[in-house]
């Protein structure tokens, strides 16, 4: 607002008579609308709800990569080695496959009755089931838990709405990247915790007995360790600031989200011209909305698929293809990982996005990915420090770029609706995104198996036939990214 610019935040700016009439006392939304207008530095308080909920979300998913290999090797439901990844890849699935069911009506209600009690209800499922799945004594408890941890966990599609709700226009690139980057901060702590407090009674039999909880259930440690931290931000959460308006609104630019819910299941409703100022359109219908979300998951969907073969073949034995790395190993590389994204998102991204935007940005990160991708199963002729750092290398630049991506999707989606439906929107953005990410891991897991069983064939042979389909997905999802297919908000047409 004109009004807001150069006051020092904590001073009375004059309202005008339309900011007045938009004004409603006692709503969250308007009061926090208000504190924005005043406020021209970055959030840092918001900032670090954003933060420290996405870290919550990402630790149980990253941290179980590391010993989900040799946890799937001692739960004894793999007859042979080369199975282990097939059913790997279906307790990474059941998590997403979960959060696939329920990520619209989770979106739905943060639009209804706010974020903060969504958020902080996904929270408390992290404490509860995720420390139930460092419990599990059998395959089945295993994947039911991670079913019901995703499946209860609404997180990240209102943090992505919230994210652009608490700063002014000129740092949204900043705070959706935020999301990413608590992805990356989950890539440090998530793999260090599960590659080093897995198996905790034989790593460190002098600090835990066989017969302690701990060597009983060699994998909770790690689980324990997310546990009590989503607890600890869960009880922050109490003042946590509500974004969302509370109150009916005109006829005038908004609508109710009694109005909202109508319009999101009504295919027969009149779509203006549009994508921002018309609030009350379909979102099925929203095709900047739309297309964005169909290249968000088709990346989510490589992205998955990488991050579960990756641990796979890390620790695979070598006459199958693989490196023979240990979970500590693997751990150890993810949190290099994890630590060059966050710097990268920190201090580079911004810049970036500001030169290329969204869409060139996107573009040019999936066509360096594909020579990145054809170079690993070329990996395993190295051995030593070399392997250490040409694998560290890579990863490092190959996950990188597929957070480039990623961001520049989050920043097309939440650009395309009003406020009223980003919550809806984000939700049916990880709906289509949690499906794909469920399909991946199996896929991945079933694939993985295939491959090791075809060391000796004529075309791919082994793990290089991984990769390739890999890199056929990322081809896909670049080859998405360009117009006619990619429809982008107004602000952006000149990218």
């Excluded at 030169?355 to 002729?381: D, E, H, N, R, W």
């Excluded at 520049?408 to 953005?429: D, E, S």
């Excluded at 694939?447 to 081809?475: C, T, Y």
Aim: aromatic share 12%; charged share 15%.
């Amino acid at each position: 607002m004109a009004a807001a610019n150069g006051e020092e935040e904590g001073t009375s700016p004059l309202l005008s008579k339309e900011e007045e009439r938009r004004y409603h006392p006692g709503c969250p939304g308007c009061d926090h609308d208000r504190r924005k207008e005043l406020r021209t530095g970055l959030p840092y308080k918001e900032f670090s709800y954003v933060w420290m909920i996405c870290l919550t979300t990402a630790l149980p998913i990253s941290s179980l990569f590391p010993f989900l290999y040799f946890m799937i090797r001692d739960l004894h439901v793999a007859k042979r080695t080369e199975d282990i990844g097939f059913y790997a890849g279906f307790v990474g699935a059941s998590f997403m496959f979960g959060r696939c069911l329920t990520s619209t009506l989770w979106g739905i209600a943060a639009d209804r009755i706010g974020r903060k009690p969504v958020v902080m209800f996904g929270i408390l499922s992290v404490v509860i089931f995720n420390t139930l799945f460092g419990l599990s004594v059998t395959y089945w408890m295993a994947i039911a838990a991670r079913f019901l941890l995703g499946a209860l966990n609404g997180l990240l599609g209102p943090m992505k709405a919230y994210a652009i709700e608490v700063c002014r226009p000129e740092h949204e690139p900043l705070a959706l990247s935020l999301v990413s980057t608590a992805w990356g901060i989950g890539l440090i702590i998530g793999p260090a915790l599960g590659g080093y407090l897995a198996l905790p009674a034989e790593k460190y039999p002098n600090i835990f007995s066989p017969d302690s909880l701990f060597g009983r259930f060699p994998y909770f440690l790690p689980c324990l360790c997310t546990s009590v931290f989503a607890a600890i931000v869960l009880i922050s959460c109490i003042w946590m600031p509500e974004t969302l308006h509370k109150h009916k609104v005109s006829d005038d630019g908004n609508q109710s989200v009694e109005a909202l819910e109508a319009h999101l299941i009504d295919p027969k409703e009149e779509v203006g011209q549009s994508n921002i100022s018309n609030t009350k359109k379909s979102l099925f219908k929203n095709w900047p909305l739309m297309s964005s979300i169909i290249v968000y998951c088709i990346f989510s969907f490589h992205d998955m698929a990488y991050t579960e073969v990756f641990s796979l073949w890390a620790e695979s034995e070598r006459k199958y293809g693989g490196l023979s790395l240990s979970s500590e190993d693997v751990g150890q590389t993810l949190a290099i990982t994890g630590a060059s994204l966050l710097v990268y998102q920190l201090f580079m991204y911004p810049s970036i996005i500001q030169v290329l935007g969204p869409i060139k940005s996107s573009q040019i990160a999936a066509v360096l990915c594909i020579p990145i991708l054809f170079a690993y199963p070329y990996m395993t002729y190295l051995s030593g420090p070399g392997l250490s750092i040409v694998l560290n290398i890579a990863s490092v630049i190959k996950n990188n770029l597929g957070v480039t991506i990623i961001t520049g999707t989050f920043i097309l989606q939440n650009n395309a609706v009003p406020q009223n439906q980003r919550g809806a929107a984000n939700g049916l953005a990880m709906t289509g995104m949690s499906f794909f990410k469920a399909v991946a891991p199996a896929g991945a897991g079933i694939v993985f198996s295939w491959a090791q069983k075809r060391q000796h064939a004529f075309f791919f042979p082994g793990d290089q036939m991984v990769f390739f389909l890999l890199n056929i997905i990322e081809l896909l999802g670049l080859v998405l990214t360009f117009r006619p297919f990619l429809a982008v908000p107004e602000q952006y047409e000149r990218n």
